[in-house]
């Protein structure tokens, strides 16, 4: 069984964040915090199986259901700003949430726009320790969500399709030189890792992504 804990952390005036943060009822020593995308919300295909998924394996998972798309503040903001805001929304979510909490693992599961204060804090190493990451459709256009790729230290799965807007096959391809990460690219998956007009098709991708994932996270769920 699991409790479900929904709440929201209020960081300022203008940004109040909804979390949902579900636990096993037996102790678990490892939590898998996911951050979706901005139209690929936590309750989409993949994050659902994901979630149920990490369950089944004693994997606590939080899900930070930032509101940037609705935010008329966030909106007026430069790009750089709209980076920090991001990675602040989810630092401040993670440290409140979990501050009475200590997880001897953790795996941070990002989609898209997710990935931006994912790579953030892959840098700056502020509030996650020994993170294993997940990598959905990155943003690989973005400098700094490709270094942390490229540069990474610890153990990434980074899955794309060869249609999707961000993908640029040399920084794809450039992901093989480091052996820690495993990369995915799903053929004529868009972002949303779907086969445009094959209904059959994309059922088809979203299983393979969905094992990959799975393959991933048990190849590390015991530390």
Request: some cysteine.
């Amino acid at each position: 069984m699991y409790q479900i804990l929904e709440n929201q952390v209020v960081r300022n005036e203008n940004s109040t964040i909804p979390y949902t943060w579900i636990r096993s009822e037996q102790p678990s020593q490892a939590i898998c915090i996911m951050l979706p995308g901005l139209g690929y919300s936590t309750q989409r295909p993949l994050f659902h199986y994901a979630t149920g998924m990490c369950l089944n394996h004693n994997i606590d998972v939080l899900h930070v259901n930032y509101q940037f798309a609705k935010n008329e503040q966030f909106k007026k903001l430069s790009e750089s700003e709209q980076d920090q805001w991001m990675y602040e929304d989810v630092k401040t979510v993670v440290e409140e949430v979990l501050k009475d909490t200590v997880y001897k693992q953790c795996y941070l599961f990002s989609k898209s726009i997710g990935t931006i204060p994912m790579a953030m804090e892959w840098t700056r190493k502020n509030f996650i320790d020994n993170a294993i990451g997940i990598w959905l459709t990155p943003l690989i256009k973005d400098d700094n969500v490709y270094k942390a790729l490229l540069t990474t230290d610890r153990p990434s799965l980074c899955v794309i399709g060869d249609q999707d807007h961000h993908f640029i096959e040399e920084r794809i391809s450039s992901l093989k030189n480091n052996h820690l990460v495993s990369t995915v690219v799903i053929p004529d998956a868009d972002h949303g890792l779907e086969i445009k007009g094959d209904i059959s098709e994309s059922i088809e991708a979203i299983k393979e992504v969905f094992m990959r994932i799975q393959e991933f996270i048990i190849k590390f769920s015991n530390g």
